[in-house]
């Protein structure tokens, strides 16, 4: 039986009384704290952002998952090309898998192509909820006008004629 005082009647949960600031800063340290995974090749603990999840498939196949929502334990690599490539090389899926799985030898290559999908899809999206614009006269009108918040290029792009630089 709980006695007055001990959370009992006319009493309240001492953490109560903390700050409303310091139980929120207390959830995103938490949260901000979760949100870090080692990479598997590196060794390196970096913030979610700057990793690639896979998951290993019902063909214990690696696969990647870029949205990081599949089902089954996340293996966490850094996103760049050559610590992927050097995941697949030396077999380090299936020693952090713990299992015997399947890395295709060219898997930083079709991360690579999935990456490249994922932000033509997006760009997709912003362009038709009117947030990017395409074409020279637009981007230019979105230039002048300080609409404009990046502007993306395309490498095999023509300087209009007459204009040096």
Known sequence: MRTKGTYGIGSHHPR?????QHRHARRVATAAASSTRTCLVTGEELPKDELIRFVVGPDNSIVPDLAQNLPGRG?????ARE???AAARKNLFSKAAKASVKADPNLADIVESLLRKRCFDFMGLARGAGLAVLGQTQVEAAVAGRAAGSVLLANDATRPAGKQG
């Open 16 to 20: 109560q009384d903390w700050p409303k």
């Open 75 to 79: 293996l966490w690599v850094k996103a």
């Open 83 to 85: 610590p992927i490539a």
